[in-house]
Nanobody
């Protein structure tokens, strides 16, 4: 059974940091490109960051470049999103996604709220 389980969300003050984790099971994690998306109320889900199967290439939305870092540990079947210098506009539900040869899996999401 395929599962993607996100964790690490929560409430943080502006300027603070959080690290999200997404642990996979039920498929060969090391074959899959991984990405983080987010969705704020009333908006469409948007790509935040992506990483290739080996971790050699990453990409970021312009809004998070220089503040967020995506990484992965294939031995632990886990992808991370380190989020620094958080802003209120980063508030959203964050989802991880796995994709490979047309197959796509999504996690259930974790809430990140940036507020004083």
């Amino acid at each position: 059974q395929v599962q993607l389980v996100e964790s690490g969300g929560g409430l943080v003050q502006p300027g603070g940091s959080l690290r999200l984790s997404c642990t996979a099971s039920g498929f060969t994690f090391s074959n899959y490109g991984m990405s983080w998306y987010r969705q704020a109320p009333g908006t469409e889900r948007e790509l935040v960051a992506g990483i290739t199967s080996t971790g050699g290439i990453t990409n970021y939305a312009d809004s998070v470049k220089g503040r967020f870092t995506i990484s992965r540990d294939n031995a632990k079947n886990t992808v991370y999103l380190q989020m620094n210098s958080l802003k209120p506009e980063d508030t959203a539900v964050y989802y991880c996604r796995a994709s490979f040869l047309g197959r796509t899996y999504w996690g259930q999401g974790t809430q990140v709220t940036v507020s004083s």
